[in-house]
């Protein structure tokens, strides 16, 4: 049968009532002064009951814990890890829950996934998070970054410190703005690892063989065999001498002066023409 409660589909507990409505009518206040919870239990309140519990019990029998006994002389926890694990040993490690809360806990894991890139890392900071943070040591101001002195080097106290960005902070009002002061940035600040970057991503060719092309030619235009003389409209500096390439094949021809390069670009790498341009300029030579 059901609570005599209207809508209360509990069964009954006792008087006709559900046990949540037979408590909450025969309830009285609790009896410790002051208090104006309902009783639960011995006249009391919940959080008085446990009260007085703890005071009659003595306290657990594990050296250091304060918590009053609730059943073989233990608290319940001690008890419930004694059910459990049959012994009363801590189960969780010293450092439990000081790891995540750690500053530099993400950064540990960062290192970590990087072993399954094939990356080499210290063993012991993969055993041990306290020896990785004792290595690095803590941050030194806000804007500085864990990074890798040698980026194909391994990920170790040698290796990988603490180190502040270059690139100051930059001011822009709109989008276009900030890319256009951040690539000057970057170009002023890390001219050669720029240089890097644009040679992999234009030519697919590295930065030590752009430079064996360049020892090879002796610094010199392949086609007029000078030296470079245009400028960057934005540095104002002396600009490199631009990788020719074939545009059908795609491959790698030689290293030309601006002004060569553009000749070359300007006829198209058409051969005939070229030739034609010849004859034309030996024609009115005289």
């Not at 233990?74 to 829950?97: A, K, Y």
């Not at 001011?171 to 600040?189: C, P, T, V």
Request: charged residues 30%.
């Amino acid at each position: 049968m059901d609570c005599a409660i209207t809508n209360c589909l509990r069964p009954i507990f006792r008087n006709g009532l559900c046990e949540p409505h037979y408590r909450e009518r025969n309830a009285k206040p609790c009896s410790v002064e002051g208090c104006e919870k309902l009783s639960h239990k011995a006249g009391c309140c919940e959080p008085h009951y446990r009260d007085k519990l703890a005071e009659r019990s003595p306290p657990c029998a594990v050296s250091g814990c304060e918590r009053p006994a609730v059943a073989n002389g233990l608290c319940n926890s001690h008890r419930v890890r004694q059910s459990r694990h049959g012994n009363l040993d801590p189960t969780r490690p010293h450092d439990w829950g000081g790891k995540r809360s750690h500053p530099l806990y993400h950064s540990w894991g960062h290192i970590k996934r990087k072993t399954k890139e094939g990356d080499v890392v210290d063993p012991i900071w993969l055993k041990d998070f306290w020896a990785f943070v004792a290595d690095v040591g803590e941050k030194p101001a806000a804007r500085y970054k864990l990074k890798l002195i040698d980026r194909d080097g391994p990920y170790n106290k040698e290796n990988y410190v603490w180190t502040m960005p270059v690139l100051n902070a930059i001011q822009a009002s709109n989008h276009k703005e900030y890319q256009r002061k951040y690539i000057k940035s970057l170009r002023d600040n890390y001219p050669e690892k720029f240089a890097a970057y644009e040679l992999r991503k234009h030519f697919k060719i590295t930065l030590p063989e752009y430079n064996g092309m360049l020892e090879s030619q002796r610094g010199k235009c392949a086609i007029c065999g000078g030296n470079e003389s245009a400028r960057a409209s934005m540095s104002g500096d002396v600009r490199r001498l631009a990788v020719d390439h074939c545009h059908s094949a795609g491959h790698i021809r030689g290293l030309l002066c601006t002004n060569c390069n553009r000749g070359l670009g300007s006829f198209k790498d058409n051969i005939e023409t070229l030739r034609k341009a010849i004859k034309y300029l030996e024609s009115h030579s005289k």
